[in-house]
């Protein structure tokens, strides 16, 4: 092989690397910190919001169950024992009609950003070199055979949100919610492992890169 050839060869290589390099750099930003209306979403916060949605679900739930119970029993709603939100920064206001509460709108505009980042997830997920792998275990572990909901999980949680009167839909869902945000969780921890893969696969290349 000629010098010319050699050197030309090189060069090639070295633009690939620094391309892959640049390549891997975009991807793992992308993948870390979701745009959201403009605002950046850093996905390790994640974990402790999937807390923050399983608590209002869960709050809701109780809330509906209340309301039931009370018209049923044809009495005037007792709020000294009606389910009440002791969350540090209270999430709820009361209202004089059914359902006699409703979330703050700082309560929906957090579950609005939350369904758009889940979305994320999960297609960022489907993405990955395991996907097929990710998608076998939503099935045999987590029992779901239709990703429609995780695709679009405002299709169940909405009424949890905006919806609390609806006490058939929320029963019914309650319990697919919660195995949805258990799927979530999961499918946060095979992101951030495949953000650790990318993240080494930069630093192998960046030596390369910086050399020239």
């Not at 044809?74 to 024992?81: L, V």
């Not at 869902?173 to 953000?195: D, P, R, S, T």
């Amino acid at each position: 092989m000629e010098q010319s050839d050699y050197m030309n060869n090189l060069d090639n290589g070295l633009i690939e690397d620094i391309d892959d390099f640049h390549k891997l750099l975009i991807r793992i930003q992308k993948i870390k910190s979701i745009d959201v209306n403009n605002k950046q979403y850093c996905i390790t916060n994640l974990p402790k919001d999937l807390e923050w949605l399983e608590k209002t679900i869960c709050f809701t739930k109780s809330f509906s169950d209340y309301l039931v119970f009370s018209n049923g029993s044809n009495c005037a709603i007792p709020m000294q024992n009606c389910p009440l939100d002791i969350s540090e920064n209270n999430k709820t206001v009361t209202i004089e009609n059914t359902p006699f509460m409703k979330y703050k709108e700082s309560v929906k505009e957090k579950y609005r950003m939350l369904i758009h980042v889940l979305k994320e997830l999960y297609n960022t997920a489907m993405e990955m070199p395991d996907a097929e792998k990710v998608r076998t275990t939503i099935l045999n572990d987590f029992h779901i055979d239709n990703n429609i909901h995780l695709k679009h999980p405002e299709f169940v949680m909405d009424y949890f949100f905006y919806h609390i009167y609806n006490h058939v839909h929320i029963t019914e869902h309650y319990k697919e919610v919660l195995n949805m945000l258990k799927v979530f969780e999961y499918l946060y921890y095979k992101v951030i492992n495949h953000i650790n893969e990318l993240e080494f696969d930069a630093e192998s290349i960046k030596p390369i890169v910086e050399k020239y």
